[in-house]
């Protein structure tokens, strides 16, 4: 199945794998991406405009979404969604008195929990499920018991490009009505659960256009999606200082509009990524292949969940979702070392995340401590994401399984 068998290979590779390599996207989109910057140059008018309009048409159409506003990145699209919302008090507010919480997940960016203190409620974290990485529906649950009347919403991250579990999500708000589903999609634009796109699945949702993400623009930018129009209306406003007429002020919004120049390259983009995105789920599966037939790699799944005890973990997908592996991540025994061998033979990896925000200095004053959250803190000692880009070769895939086979052999 493979041209040269991975375990008769001794030699290490003199071939580097770089962990992301852009430009040879760029070098396949460059006629149209340039063709569309020029229209704006030509048009001098780089602010919001028809560009972005059409931008937003365009997602909220592969979002099942009927709204969707660009905003300048993806913390600032998850602000929007829990401000228009009314989550907190920093809309109306310059100083926070809400008791507003927000249960979201210990294992993910920053912005996922600095988004909610941003707004003016407390983040509340709650573990995650092992085999997907996302937040655990039942962990969500037990914070909402523990928690009535403060919890407005829940924010699950759909991690590494995978939905988190939308049924169980679902069947929470019904039972707390008023309680909002707001999706950060930063990792996870064109995945779905149950068939409907991450975007369309919550009350609103935020996706980050940064450079490195699976539909990413030439610099930062967001968008925010959502089924209410008075979500729509609100964060229209907040993105523009609160100001629905030119110079009158109806609340204290920010700046955060999206640049007509990113828009006019993520609409070329967006055309192009529903085949990148096939060309990513090929890639993760062929991984998996190789990692099987090496011998090191295992499979885990609900009923027989393994650990590194077991081997190289290989990611797992829910039969409800529709993975675009934004990210390929790996449980890895000694992950660090593995992760120095690859670097020394020039092949890039990551670790999203070695810190859980619960650890972190930053969110000290949420009084928790390490230990809450076993399954988040094991994760962020285990995980090592591989390179995954829809341009990577054949032979760059065989490379690093070969590498990594030689690490354990
Ligand atoms: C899960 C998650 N949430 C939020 C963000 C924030 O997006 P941005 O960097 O565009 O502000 C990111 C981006 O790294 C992310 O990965």
């Known amino acids: 199945m493979y041209d040269t068998p991975v375990s008769s290979v001794a030699a290490p590779p003199a071939q580097p794998v770089p962990f992301l390599d852009f430009s040879r996207q760029f070098a396949s989109i460059r006629d149209e991406v340039m063709s569309a910057i020029e229209e704006v140059c030509v048009s001098q008018r780089f602010i919001l405009g028809p560009e972005v309009a059409s931008f937003e048409s365009a997602a909220a159409l592969a979002c099942a979404a009927p709204h969707a506003i660009g905003c300048a990145s993806g913390t600032d699209a998850l602000w929007l969604a829990l401000a228009a919302a009314g989550i907190g008090d920093s809309a109306s507010s310059t100083r926070s008195t809400s008791q507003h919480a927000v249960v979201t997940t210990p294992f993910s960016f920053f912005a996922s929990a600095s988004c909610i203190l941003r707004a003016g409620a407390r983040p509340v974290f709650a573990d995650i499920d092992p085999l997907t990485f996302n937040l655990s529906p039942a962990g969500a649950k037990d914070v909402l018991s523990r928690h009535p009347g403060t919890l407005k919403a829940i924010l699950p991250v759909h991690l590494f490009g995978q939905c988190a579990d939308w049924d169980a999500f679902t ?37 980050s256009f940064y450079p490195t993400k699976n539909l990413s623009a030439f610099g930062d930018a967001g968008l925010l999606t959502t089924r209410s129009s008075q979500i729509d209306r609100r964060a229209r406003s907040l993105r523009a200082h609160g100001m629905t007429r030119r110079y009158f002020h109806d609340e204290v919004g920010w700046n955060s509009r999206l640049d007509t120049l990113q828009a006019a390259v993520l609409e070329v983009k967006l055309r192009h990524l529903p085949a990148w995105t096939q060309q990513r789920r090929n890639l993760a599966a062929r991984y998996s292949e190789l990692f099987l037939a090496a011998g090191i790699g295992v499979l885990t799944e609900p009923g027989a969940p393994r650990t590194i005890a077991d081997g190289i973990v290989l990611p797992y997908t829910a039969p409800r979702a529709q993975h675009v592996f934004h990210q390929y991540v790996i449980r890895a025994p000694r992950r660090d070392d593995l992760r120095a061998a690859l670097s020394a033979q020039g092949i890039g990896t990551e670790v999203y995340y070695p810190l859980c925000l619960h650890q972190q200095d930053a969110l000290r004053d949420l009084g ?39 690490f354990y052999a």
């Open 171 to 207: 069947r929470l708000q019904q039972h707390h009505p008023g309680l909002l589903l707001i999706e950060d999609a930063a990792q996870a634009f064109g995945a779905t659960w149950a068939g409907i796109p991450a975007g369309g699945l919550g009350d609103a949702a935020a996706f």
């Open 368 to 406: 928790y401590r390490t230990g809450d959250f076993p399954e988040a803190e094991r994760a962020a000692n285990e995980v090592l994401a591989l390179p995954i880009y829809p341009e990577l070769r054949d032979d760059e895939q065989q490379i690093v399984v070969e590498a990594i086979a030689r």
